[in-house]
């Protein structure tokens, strides 16, 4: 399905993804033969739009991870096309490369893995200051470091510590907090909070949406746990195998899903509340009645 | 102990110094056990009779006696060990040489700037070439370069040092070499005496000595590089903008050397109680040809020396391998 004849060309998209594709080898044996090849992102297209929260949604292998790292451009697509702001980012040289490093910012799935153990809070969250020339002397990114760690919630007093020191909830934080020194415009959330405990991932989807709505932030969002995708969400891609199978607002996904692999997903949501899962179940069997006898048997 | 040593420790102030004086004082506690197993294997297991061997060929059984009676052999083992420690401890004294009759603490501190030469300039080589084989293979993993230097390595560590040192000898040897290019066997000279000579005659042997070394620390940097390059924080640094070199280096490279340090600390005080190998081969007058020439000679109180001189460096290296660890990594606290 072609994702980009459902945009109106009215709306400003701020990142373009068209048929993008990456697959890895195995290198083949020891012989060279025997070459496997895996599919992981398989011609996935989307537009990501100013301001809104985008959400892509899918099981774990199906290439999300992947998907996100290549706009990031920490790994090399196979082929296809990613656009931000209207400028190819496989083209992009060193000289651009930097101001798009400013511009994209990843909040990475793993809090305690994706910061280094070696390196105090205050210089995880302010080294991209270093690099990018912003707050040169030391003084002043102190400061800049401690009002984002105030920013996220957290005590600035604490920007001398190690991130050992931290709770995962803490640590996503000083992952957040370092993703917007920069003031990115267009921020990828990467399975942010299913490292965490159930009771701290409110917390820090509440503090996405907050800072994504007074920062004016774009926000790619992507998650294996749909309840979260629809809190969040404007828009939900939904991924499957390489691929994007469906793609709709978050009320109209929720209301109606139209893809097999979506209801499936739908299905296996659990619902906090006593009765809502055969009336779901009545509701399903209802609508596409021939569909679920088939797909059981 | 530990309880018993707390207090008066505390009164040395920063808890990094309070650290080092626990480490000392247990290192001499370590010393102490070392001794006694030296001790125990070269006295007690028979090993043929020392006071026969101290008083000589052709000597009768009086003359034996009276010698026995000397070195103290004729008291209970405990007694003999206390007296050793003893003289160890409160006058520097490793009793005497067996074979010429030299003090052995004068041999051993005389030995010892020939060992430090060997072991510190190979230190050097290994860690500079190894470290920069390792990083450079890592950030080209496949590469052409990483093939020729990881064949190397195995090359370097699968050739023993006296084997391929023989081979250079015989090759390059002033007097009999194909080539005459390095000087003879033998050729030490102190580097307070003569600059020129004391390098020219370690070179080669800094350069074998290292090469094993150099391998095991290419391919342990190699490793350790790759693993940590695949991790996220890397990923994260990459996704801040930082340039390649920053990535690498203040990133990664920090993350991966600290199995270095550790190989480095024990390597560099093994070799320093002696490169047994390296200094027989090449004639080096170090602690290694000299606790090699005590073998031989079933030389005890010398055997005793070239041991406990091993373990003091050896130890006091992990001394300084766990200091360096907690100025490259903040999460280790010395306490």
């Not at chain 2, 650290?19 to 506690?29: D, E, K, P, S």
């Amino acid at each position: 399905m072609s994702a980009a004849d459902e945009q109106s060309p009215a709306r400003d998209a701020i990142l373009e993804v068209r048929d993008l594709r990456k697959t890895f080898g195995s290198g083949g044996g020891v012989l060279g033969g025997n070459h496997e090849q895996v599919h992981a992102v398989n011609g996935v297209s989307f537009d990501v739009l100013r301001g809104e929260t985008f959400g892509l949604v899918g099981e774990s292998g199906c290439g999300k991870s992947t998907t996100a790292r290549m706009i990031c451009r920490l790994e090399e697509p196979t082929s296809g096309e990613i656009r931000f702001e209207g400028t190819d980012v496989a083209k992009m040289g060193r000289k651009q490369l930097l101001p798009f490093r400013r511009d994209v910012q990843m909040v990475f799935q793993d809090p305690y893995s994706s910061l280094n153990p070696r390196h105090t809070v205050g210089s995880i969250i302010g080294e991209p200051f270093i690099v990018h020339g912003v707050a040169k002397d030391a003084k002043e990114r102190t400061k800049r470091v401690q009002d984002l760690m105030d920013l996220v919630g957290l005590n600035p007093e604490h920007y001398n510590r190690l991130p050992h020191e931290f709770s995962g909830g803490q640590r996503q934080r000083i992952g957040i907090a370092r993703a917007l020194a920069l003031e990115p415009k267009l921020l990828i959330a990467d399975e942010p909070v299913s490292a965490l405990d159930v009771s701290i991932q409110a917390q820090i989807l509440n503090l996405l949406r907050r800072l994504q709505r007074d920062l004016g932030l774009s926000l790619l969002f992507i998650a294996h746990d749909l309840s979260v995708v629809r809190y969040m969400c404007d828009r939900i891609a939904v991924m499957f195998a390489g691929e994007i199978v469906e793609m709709a607002d978050s009320a109209q996904l929720f209301a109606a899903p139209q893809h097999e692999y979506t209801q499936r997903l739908l299905d296996a949501v659990p619902i906090p509340e006593p009765g809502a899962r055969k009336r779901q179940r009545e509701q399903q069997a209802e609508i596409d009645g021939v569909g679920v006898a088939a797909a059981e048997g | 102990m530990t309880r018993s040593l707390a207090s008066p420790l505390r009164a040395l102030g920063s808890p990094t110094s309070r650290y080092i004086a626990r480490r000392l004082v247990w290192m001499v506690f370590l010393l102490l056990v070392v001794s006694l197993v030296a001790f125990l294997i070269f006295y007690a297991l028979p090993s043929g009779d020392p006071a026969a061997q101290r008083a000589g060929k052709g000597a009768d059984e009086a003359q034996i006696e009276r010698v026995r009676h000397m070195l103290y052999l004729d008291r209970p083992l405990y007694e003999q060990y206390f007296h050793y420690i003893k003289q160890v401890v409160l006058h520097f004294d490793f009793g005497f040489s067996y074979s010429n009759n030299a003090d052995v603490a004068d041999q051993l501190t005389s030995r010892l700037p020939a060992t430090i030469s060997l072991a510190l300039g190979a230190a050097v080589i290994w860690l500079v070439v190894g470290v920069a084989i390792g990083i450079l293979s890592a950030l080209r993993p496949r590469s052409l370069f990483d093939r020729i230097a990881m064949g190397g390595a195995l090359l370097g560590i699968s050739a023993p040092v006296y084997w391929l040192a023989l081979v250079v000898l015989a090759l390059l040897s002033q007097s009999y070499g194909v080539i005459h290019l390095i000087p003879n066997t033998g050729s030490y000279k102190p580097l307070t005496q003569d600059p020129g000579a004391w390098f020219t005659s370690l070179l080669v042997p800094w350069i074998i000595l290292s090469l094993s070394f150099a391998a095991i620390y290419a391919r342990l940097m190699r490793a350790n590089l790759l693993e940590t390059l695949d991790q996220d924080f890397v990923r994260t640094a990459e996704a801040k903008g930082l340039s390649r070199r920053r990535v690498v280096m203040r990133h990664a490279v920090r993350a991966a050397i600290t199995p270095i340090v550790t190989a480095f600390g024990l390597d560099l005080g093994i070799l320093l109680g002696g490169a047994v190998l390296t200094e027989s081969v090449f004639n080096i007058p170090g602690i290694g040809r000299l606790s090699y020439d005590a073998i031989q000679d079933s030389n005890l109180p010398v055997i005793q020396g070239t041991v406990l001189f091993a373990a003091f460096f050896i130890i006091i290296a992990n001394i300084l391998v766990d200091i360096v660890y907690a100025v490259i990594d903040p999460r280790v606290r010395l306490a």
